[in-house]
């Protein structure tokens, strides 16, 4: 490794296979970590194996050897499993999701072959096939158990790992429209990735996903998938088609090869996208920042921004709790507030379609009554969700003279 510290880490956590990197910045790119010892195998099982003489865990290939030889215990349906809150049971203890998920993770990081992990990594994204909740929640609690702060992880979906990827790439390669296949065994699916150049900011969307089902018989398969790039690809222009996934081979991609190729288009197929992905989204994000002038339209990015107008140093003034364009499970804000002959909350929402700023107000019934501007109150927001966020209102009361009733106002709304 090029790197010792300040280190950008890349996880791709696969429902079958992860895969590691570091953002290498003497080549300017990232570089994945071998998964075997002098090899140069980049995948391996997204399994725990605890140990019992040992009484830990390993990881992957680790894993598979342990469970095989030495009568190890295989947890195998790791992504499943942080799917979930319920309790594992394992070697006799019940154990939380993101207990075992800390663990794998430990063990992934231990490829950088570092020491004082947290201290010396700048942040670690990881990137899965889809965000939800459950998985966020358990994640959270994942990197909180590895000493890790917020701000030294990130989570994204795999179509923002895409974006970012694609978009690290030379100009020449994004300049116009791509086309992504992601294959499994049984199946394609298409995505369109474009760039509305006449807004400012670039608007970047991946398109709804289209899927055909694919034969296993391989002049069977090649034909379907054939029939299936005419018809997604259709007579537009695009700069690169990007292939995924473990389901395509050039062995019978013979006739399907041709037309992805035709008129010289640039295509390119590998199996460390997602993970080269979210190390260029670190690189990015943390430091180059050159993206400026796009705004990716994920479903998992929050699309309002919300904050409130108040008086601040006794000037009127828009407070902004939260800014449009991030994760939703990034978008979290606070503060502390006194009302004015108000029993009422108003926010102020703007969207980036209907800018236009509007008020959405939240009540506080039972509110107890003192005079005005006596009753000091603590806002959170916490998005749940890309469109529902959790708003939560604390009464502290305003010292000895009135002491808080306990009370807290709780709603989720869709702004």
């Not at 369109?192 to 006449?198: F, R």
């Not at 978008?331 to 002959?341: G, P, V, Y």
Request: glycine share 8%; hydrophobic share 35%; net charge negative.
């Amino acid at each position: 490794m090029n790197e010792i510290r300040d280190l950008i880490v890349g996880i791709d956590f696969g429902k079958e296979h992860s895969q590691i990197c570091y953002y290498d910045r003497k080549a300017g790119e990232p570089r994945s970590l071998s998964m075997k010892v002098g090899g140069s195998q980049y995948e391996a099982p997204t399994c725990l194996c605890r140990r019992v003489e040992q009484k830990d865990y390993c990881v992957g290939l680790e894993a598979e050897y342990f469970a095989r030889e030495k009568g190890g215990i295989m947890i195998d349906d790791l992504y499943g499993i942080c799917q979930k809150r319920e309790k594992v049971m394992v070697a006799g203890t019940e154990t939380e999701p993101w207990g075992l998920l800390a663990q794998f993770l430990n063990g992934m990081l231990k490829f950088l072959g570092i020491t004082e992990l947290v201290k010396n990594t700048k942040c670690v994204i990881v990137t899965l096939p889809k965000l939800g909740d459950i998985q966020v929640e358990n994640f959270q609690k994942a990197f909180e158990s590895l000493g890790f702060p917020n701000d030294k992880y990130m989570l994204q979906d795999y179509a923002e790992s895409f974006y970012y990827y694609v978009l690290s790439q030379k100009k020449e390669i994004w300049n116009r429209s791509v086309a992504w296949y992601a294959f499994t065994p049984e199946k394609v699916i298409f995505r369109k990735l474009t760039l509305n150049g006449g807004t400012r900011p670039v608007l970047v969307k991946l398109e709804d996903p289209v899927e055909t089902e694919l034969p296993m018989e391989e002049e069977e398969r090649d034909t379907e998938f054939y029939r299936f790039a005419q018809k997604t690809l259709g007579k537009d222009l695009y700069s690169s088609i990007q292939i995924t996934g473990e389901g395509f081979s050039q062995d019978w991609a013979v006739q399907s090869v041709k037309l992805l190729c035709y008129q010289k288009r640039k295509v390119y197929y590998g199996n460390n996208l997602f993970a080269r992905g979210a190390c260029e989204a670190g690189k990015e994000r943390l430091e180059d920042k050159s993206l400026k002038g796009y705004r990716f339209l994920s479903d998992s990015l929050v699309m309002a921004d919300v904050g409130m107008e108040m008086r601040v140093m006794g000037s009127p003034t828009y407070y902004p709790l939260i800014q449009a364009g991030n994760n939703w499970y990034d978008c979290k804000a606070s503060c502390e507030l006194i009302l004015d002959n108000t029993e009422e909350l108003v926010f102020t929402i703007s969207t980036f379609e209907n800018p236009e700023k509007r008020r959405v107000g939240m009540m506080l019934p039972g509110i107890p009554p003192r005079p005005n501007k006596t009753t000091r109150l603590s806002l959170e927001l916490q998005y749940v969700s890309q469109k529902e966020c959790r708003v939560t209102v604390k009464d502290l009361g305003f010292g000895e003279m009135f002491p808080s009733s306990g009370k807290v106002w709780t709603e989720t709304v869709e702004w």
